[in-house]
């Protein structure tokens, strides 16, 4: 076995960073409540950063994500997409409303209803998924960007995460 003595190259980055590196504009609550504090997480696809999510927090508990995706480019071969379901599964799993370790059933059944999120001040009518107290919606399209973004938030939350904006990178 050989080892190296050079210090490891391993770096984690910055929120500017990695909105950097995603280049188009991100979305986030438009009013965040004072005693919410959010966390940016990152995910890719071979080196590709394709999702950016902003998981927020009261008193350590997770309630609410919106996630901002957009398609891999042609030619990969392993595709990132999440839907309004998987992205309610993983809210469940994440803020310990479920065990996704033991679950390996379907959720309770899944209903869908109507509504609306209103993005950078417009009305956006959505499909709202709601199952075990937490909904999640998906808006298709992102203007002047390719992508989408995904809502989710427990049922008492609900109305505080309906008013999304859109920001630059520089504001990270």
Known sequence: MFRSSEPRKFHIPTDRE??????????????????????????GSDGYL???????HLNHELIAIVQTSRPVPDGFRVKSLTTPGSQLFN??????????RHHLGPLDPESISAGEIHL???????????????????IPRLPDQEGYVIVTAPDEHWASVLDLTLQPPSAF
Do not use: Q
């Open 18 to 43: 990695t909105a950097e590196e995603w280049g188009g504009r991100i979305a986030v609550l438009r009013d965040v409540p004072p005693e919410w504090f959010v966390l940016l997480g990152r995910m």
């Open 50 to 56: 394709c999702h950016i999510d902003l998981n927020y």
């Open 91 to 100: 809210f469940l799993g994440n803020s310990g409303r479920i065990d996704p």
């Open 120 to 138: 950078d001040g417009e009305p956006v009518p959505v499909e709202i998924h709601h199952s075990l107290g937490c909904r999640s919606a998906l």
